[in-house]
């Protein structure tokens, strides 16, 4: 665009392109030979036996995704500044998803892949890369990204129904990978007593001395309890950051130079499995520190409930171990030399850069547990963003040094 | 100076018009399911498939079986390893119960699809011999009916008819989603009236032996479903017919079975194919998942103690000081100090689902609760297995046990003595109706509150994640 006659003699703004592009695109990256029904050789002790491997799915179709992207790329005072910008909207259909199903049904692992769903995603993407500084021997040059995504399911199987999958759930109408969960309503101070919201909304309190009882804390009365039928949906909260991107600055003079790279996620929810299994007042591990956080003595406004060995109930999954995973995370601090040309000379070398670099030296969120990154599900439809027991994202020091003959 | 470009949209109408295309090639390692039942030597491969499912960790090969005892009052969950089912304290969400509900079924499911496979395709192989491999299948139907009917759901006697809920029954074969496969659960009543509907089936047509004693004793006879049909008469309380295939099965007409000399001789390693085993589910190296195994709970890892209780001549009067199941079947473990089985020891042992002690049993149950019976008969199958045992202690006598109730009492005994740690303890429990009490938490010092007849966590819950998936056909067991 900026070849066009108005632009043309800018001074500032260099070159500008407009670009959209459509495209229908199939994805059938499910494993091998999804569709066909296979049985297996197992053994029963000294006996060879034929057990189902997989049902297959003889209707299994390519999915199929329509993607439009509009962006635009600008480059202004001679390449000092780009911008480059993204608004895409994608619209899948078919998606190939492992529906859970009835163990009645009686099929391997519970679940078949079947053409189910329809999904739309949108978002929008912003690069910019700069050089503010560009003057004698100081250079500094910095990257900044975003994205902005949002998706949406429109159908599942024809009936609507929510597909459930650990903690998450795909409804049409809400985010993919929706958590799904019991509402937990916080401790009750004069008691210590947990107090859940069930379907309706009204507070349920559980007391767990003699078996267990549950009552309506306004009223005091004795009330049906909480289950896993009460548990909802809560829209907006999923395990996919909506916001998301990265930061790399890099600083030089003359041959030493400072890169400091940072990367962020934002409105990304994380369940503490944990945690959870930690705080379980019905097993002799460890407990966590946060036990120390528990309800004590009357009047005191606590974190947890109060303790009760075999109490499953008051510590049940829900709410309660979802927390915010939000963070900024520092990916790299790299510190460079270049030997100068004329030290070169004399060796022969093209170039020699000597460097120390930490990967993952920090981690800036309220996170309780190691790593907002935990999944311990891997790449999943639903069902992604618990943390169980998942390790850290590995802190490395290194040094090292480069050479070009 | 701006270009257009003119191929550029006839390029994409040509893209526009490629097709899919879809390779037809079978994988090499695997079979496809029309060759399944292509022959016989497959369709017989494919019947053991359904014994492999029985033979799930979570299902036969030791879960059903351990959960059975753990909800029982003998055991001590010492590691804590069966938390809040040995607490009478689950959740709809457990774990176990979860995974104990879809291995049965999942034997269940493939029961059925052998059977609709070996129907559509009896041509391929003689007539008699498709008959007894359909017989097979409805044997392990009816067996994994009957585990999950009675871990989860009341006993047969909790309602007059039994019309309470049970578990859903399955008998059409599925190999999709079909929404037929959602069914609500149906009466107790209508699963027991399943389950021997199956079993007689397979009485009729199945053999009195397998080529092999390897074979006869880890898939089934005509011993193994009648011994099972009075198990299941037994907690049906139809003590007539209990005690008829019981003593069909004793009269010999389904074979020459036996007690063994010892009771240590009826486990471990060489000891599986005695006279006294009729059905067992074996194991091998390699061939069970680690963890999931009664030598595992048992043994390596020392998940269960055998309760003091159990032990002390004062709570437990009818298991004698020198009795030889206390004195080769129990002792104190080496290592951790405490008491424990050792009917499990060895890595790949099988797991004894009905042996003729049992059955001896079920006889001298059903015949004292019917009317009409002379006590002798009675006395002289309880002295038969208990003769087997004792060493200084009196055999059972008319005056010794003068009453019904007294006979009663001491046949339940010896019951949960002999069969101990096999499997049968919270379904005896149950359908006696009797209270659970002394039970001790796996510090073996607090005592457990007593559970009642009825009591809601004596059974397991139906799992939540089945109640959610079935879209509310599934109704939950009360108190989950």
Known sequence: ?405 | MRKICYWLPVLCVLMASCHDMVTDIDPENRINTNQVFSTAANMNTAVVGCYNSLQAGDMLQARALVLADVMGEDLVNRTNNFGDIARYNALSSNTMAARTWQAGYKAIADANRVIDGISKNVDKTTPEQAQRWMAECKFVRAIAHFYLVNLYAQSYGFTADASHPGIPVMTQAFYSNDPAANKPRSSVKQVYDQIITDLKDALDTLPLSNNTPYQSKTRATKAAAAAMLSRVYLYKDDVENAKNYAWAVINKQYGDFGLNTEPSQCYGAGNYLTKESIFSIPSKAGDFEVGYTLTANYTTNVDLGVSPDFLNVLTNPWLAADDKRRTQLIALHPVQQVMVSLKYRDVADWAPVIRYAEVLLNYAEAAAKAPGTAPQEVLIRLNEVRNRSRVSALPYTNMLLADKTQLLNAILAERRIELAFEGHRIFDLNRNKLRITGKRDFDYNTFLPAQDYGADKRILPIPLVEMERSGGVLEKNPGY
């Open chain 1, 1 to 405: 665009m900026s070849q066009e006659d108005f632009l043309k003699s800018s001074k500032v703004l260099n070159d500008l392109k407009l670009r959209a592009s459509y495209g229908l695109t199939g994805n059938a990256n499910v494993g091998y030979f999804p569709a066909s029904a296979t049985y297996q050789y197992l053994s029963y002790a000294d006996s060879s036996a034929l057990n189902i491997s997989t049902p297959g799915n003889a209707d299994l179709r390519w999915e199929k995704s329509r993607q439009l992207n509009i962006g635009a790329d600008a480059s202004l005072w001679n390449g000092l500044l780009n911008v480059t910008t993204d608004w895409f909207v994608k619209n899948s259909k078919d998606l190939i998803l492992t529906n859970p199903i009835l163990s009645t049904v009686g099929l391997p692992g519970n679940n078949i892949l079947q053409n189910m769903g329809q999904l739309r995603t949108q978002g929008v993407e912003l690069t910019v890369q700069a050089t503010p500084v560009k003057s004698g021997k100081w250079r500094w040059q910095s990257d900044w990204n975003i994205s902005y995504v949002k998706n949406k399911v429109i159908a599942t199987n024809g009936k609507g129904d929510q597909i459930n999958e650990g903690y998450g759930l795909a409804k049409p109408g809400e985010e993919l990978g929706t958590y799904y969960l019991l509402r937990f309503a916080g401790v009750d101070d004069a008691t210590g007593r947990a107090i859940y919201l069930n379907k309706d909304g009204q507070q349920r309190m559980y007391n767990p001395a003699a078996g267990g009882s549950w009552t309506d804390p306004a009223t005091g009365q004795a009330a049906t309890g909480v289950s896993g039928a009460d548990k909802v949906a809560l829209s907006g909260k999923t395990p996919y950051p909506k916001l998301y991107g990265g930061f790399y600055n890099t600083v030089s003079y003359g041959g030493i130079d400072l890169t400091l790279g940072l990367q962020y996620a934002f409105d990304f929810y994380v369940y503490n499995q944990t945690l959870a299994t930690l705080m379980d007042n019905t097993n002799a591990y460890n407990k966590s520190a946060e036990v120390l956080k528990s309800w004590k003595q009357a009047g005191q406004q606590a974190v947890y409930p109060a303790m009760y060995w075999g109490d499953a109930a008051s510590w049940q999954e829900s709410t309660q171990w979802l927390e915010k995973g939000n963070f900024v995370r520092v990916r790299e601090i790299t510190l460079g030399y270049k030997l100068p040309a004329h030290v070169l000379q004399h060796v022969k070398l093209d170039r020699v850069r000597i460097y120390a670099q930490a990967q993952n030296p920090f981690l800036f969120t309220k996170y309780k547990g190691m790593d907002p990154e935990a999944n311990a599900n891997g790449n999943v439809n639903i069902g992604m963003g618990i943390d169980s027991f998942r390790p850290f994202i590995a802190k490395t020091f290194m040094a090292g040094i480069q050479i070009s003959l």
